[in-house]
T-cell receptor, first 116, second 112 residues
Framework: AQSVTQLGSHVSVSEGALVLLRCNYS??????LFWYVQYPNQGLQLLLK??????LVKGINGFEAEFKKSETSFHLTKPSAHMSDAAEYFC??????????????FGQGTILTVHP | DAGITQSPRHKVTETGTPVTLRCHQT?????MYWYRQDPGHGLRLIHY???????DKGEVSDGYSVSRSKTEDFLLTLESATSSQTSVYFC???????????FGNGTRLTVT
């Protein structure tokens, strides 16, 4: 069984400030971890993923996340927020193995608001 | 959106009526998925397919059935819609190996 908890359903930051969105997971097997972003009335777009190898993962739009096995965390960060970053962000966990790869368990989502 | 089309985009239906949602892809990907999105729950997997006529259940499959007679089409059917099935439904596709999911733009279904 696997699960994902995103801490904070709403996060508000000022433009130019650090963005930190928290994600903790549980998984009985080595996890694959993902962050997706959703803009209003659109589908989800992949920001970044961790499968194996380097634990610091860089994604699109200046976002990055670090896989910390000891803390079972995969927090998403961006050094300087932009107005266009306002959206809902989802953390998800999956694992390797044929059809299992796309069977993701998603967190509840975090709505990011960016103030001028 | 990676060649994924969901139809219809919006639908309002009455309790007890059957409803079919369609996902069409032009990527020739093997794997296709149906998720539903509800506030406070994120996305939850309903059913998925790993090839033509090969499907399996996800986390919240009760009340739903699927069919895949062609690589490009994956249908989700609500046999008798209930108000609890009011949701936004997303189709996703992926190729083999470690390719990530690509999502369609969703179908907003309201059951009155």
């Amino acid at each position: 069984a696997q699960s994902v908890t995103q801490l904070g359903s709403h996060v508000s930051v000022s433009e130019g400030a650090l963005v930190l969105l928290r994600c903790n997971y549980s998984s009985s097997v080595p996890p694959y971890l993902f962050w997706y972003v959703q803009y209003p009335n659109q589908g989800l777009q992949l920001l970044l993923k961790y499968t194996t190898g380097a634990t610091l993962v860089k994604g699109i739009n200046g976002f990055e996340a670090e896989f910390k096995k000891s803390e079972t965390s995969f927090h998403l960060t961006k050094p300087s927020a932009h107005m266009s970053d306002a959206a809902e962000y989802f953390c998800a966990v999956g694992h390797a193995g044929g059809t299992s790869y796309g069977k993701l368990t998603f967190g509840q989502g975090t709505i990011l608001t960016v103030h001028p | 959106d990676a060649g994924i089309t969901q139809s219809p985009r919006h639908k309002v239906t009455e309790t007890g009526t059957p409803v079919t949602l369609r996902c069409h892809q032009t990527e020739n990907h093997r794997y296709m998925y149906w998720y539903r999105q509800d506030p406070g729950h994120g996305l939850r997997l309903i059913h998925y397919s790993y090839g033509v006529k090969d499907t399996d259940k996800g986390e919240v499959s009760d009340g739903y059935s699927v069919s895949r007679s062609k690589t490009e089409d994956f249908l989700l059917t609500l046999e008798s819609a209930t108000s609890s099935q009011t949701s936004v439904y997303f189709c996703a596709i992926s190729g083999t190996g470690d390719s990530p999911l690509h999502f369609g733009n969703g179908t907003r279904l309201t059951v009155t």
